[in-house]
């Protein structure tokens, strides 16, 4: 995994925080459900795996849930996989939905 910083968008139009690299899109798909946000769905392109993609979409999206004051509902497997190893995000996460990915 690389060391980077990548430029993340919110595209509010498909509900989705992006990173374009490489003329590839990776995404992290999201949905408001009440007050909180649901994170659906993860994707990176093969050819940009190992870049740490991913990683850094679920970190902007948590970023953008505690700014706007938001509880995670969290139904992306990635995501899921991602709080288990970065334990610092589940305060974030309404407990109820934790782990229906």
């Known amino acids: ?10 595209n509010e139009v498909n509900f989705q925080f992006e990173i374009e690299l ?8 999201y949905r408001f459900y009440k007050k909180n946000i649901a994170f659906m769905h993860t994707f990176v392109p093969a050819k940009l795996a190992g870049k740490g993609l991913a990683s850094a979409l679920a970190i902007h999206a948590f970023a ?5 004051k938001k509880l995670v509902m969290v139904y992306c497997p990635f ?6 190893k970065n334990t610092e995000y589940l305060a974030q996460v309404d407990q109820s939905y934790l782990g229906r990915s």
Do not use: C
């Open 1 to 10: 995994m690389e060391n980077e910083e990548y430029t993340i968008r919110n």
């Open 79 to 84: 995501v899921s996989k991602f709080i288990k």
């Open 64 to 68: 953008y849930a505690k700014t706007h």
């Open 22 to 29: 490489e003329a590839e899109i990776a995404y992290l798909t």
